[in-house]
């Protein structure tokens, strides 16, 4: 027996036949939408690995065997290069050094950028002058640490132009008892612009209506920047001083030109102490452990950086 459909039967089934038909494209676009952005983003993802990811994973396994790269079969040693950078007394004086080097850096980076970044935004100057001093300002950031180094090596050495301006004849990046300070004093110079540029950002910022409304109320200039100003700041400081303690932690090319971590390890910080133990003791493994210590401080402020911008957000 033949069954006849209906022209409006087929119509019907053809409909059915469509909207099982879009589903399977509409989700095949949204997978394609989904993975796209990740393809674009492979080739970094890939430096990223091969630079950053797969160097941490070899200091970390490197850590935890005996001498590695000079002795050719090293063995696993646990948590024993870590017991040894611990009980030993110059990662700690190091790391004395390294927080001494970063509070007093930041407290100054701090101060400096603040007062700048007042001075830049302030209507006292006029718009010429301020972009001509701004400029000024602005030149130690611009350049690298090494060049920095070795300008402050040259003019603060017995016979260089602090010396013969002061009538001295001082080493100051030689003498024990300067020596840290004066790097501390070269790193505040060559980073405090950082700070200016960012405040003065956040500063520009910041309406001023605000100035008006306590004016008018009658607060003083003093009242105005404690309850206005900093209120207004404390976001950016808070991030920049946290992205400056990580920094100045991490800190070796300006030390280890200047002092090497000398006179008799008195600028010693965690960079150069890490740094010596590889390439002049040749104990890479303690380097290693030593190095992943640094990278877990500096873990613990990034988390709580991360955590604090994503909640701004």
Not at 2 to 11: G, N
Not at 17 to 35: C, H, Q, S, T
Not at 70 to 84: D, E, R, Y
Not at 191 to 215: H, K, N, R, T, W
Request: hydrophobic share 50%; glycine share 4%.
């Amino acid at each position: 027996m033949t069954v006849y459909l209906a022209p409006q039967s087929v119509k019907y089934k053809r409909m059915s036949l469509d909207i099982r038909v879009k589903p399977r494209k509409e989700r095949k676009d949204m997978n394609r939408k989904k993975i796209t952005p990740y393809l674009y983003l492979s080739p970094i993802i890939i430096v990223f690995c091969i630079l950053l990811v797969y160097p941490i994973y070899q200091v970390i396994s490197f850590s935890v065997k005996d001498n590695v790269i000079v002795n050719p079969t090293p063995h696993f040693v646990g948590l024993a290069n870590f017991s040894k950078i611990i009980s030993s007394g110059e990662f700690w004086k190091s790391l004395k050094n390294s927080l001494e080097f970063s509070v007093v850096s930041l407290i100054f980076h701090m101060i400096l950028g603040i007062a700048f970044a007042l001075m830049l935004n302030s209507s006292l100057l006029n718009s010429r002058f301020r972009g001509i001093v701004r400029a000024l300002y602005i030149v130690p950031w611009t350049f690298t640490v090494s060049i920095v180094a070795i300008l402050w090596r040259l003019m603060l050495n017995n016979s260089g132009i602090i010396n013969t301006i002061l009538g001295l004849s001082i080493d100051w990046f030689g003498n024990r008892a300067l020596a840290a300070k004066t790097v501390i004093f070269v790193n505040i110079w060559c980073s405090y612009p950082f700070y200016m540029i960012s405040i003065l950002a956040a500063l520009q910022g910041i309406s001023p209506v605000y100035y008006e409304a306590a004016s008018i109320d009658g607060a003083n200039s003093i009242q105005r920047f404690f309850k206005i100003t900093i209120p207004h700041l404390r976001p950016v400081m808070i991030s920049l001083m946290l992205l400056d303690f990580i920094w100045s932690m991490q800190q070796l090319s300006l030390t280890y030109i200047t002092t090497g971590g000398g006179p008799i390890g008195s600028s010693e910080t965690i960079g150069t102490y890490t740094y010596n133990l590889a390439f002049k003791n040749y104990q890479f493994s303690m380097a290693s452990a030593s190095a992943v210590i640094m990278m877990l401080l500096c873990l613990v402020i990034a988390i709580f950086y991360v955590r604090r911008q994503s909640r701004l957000d």
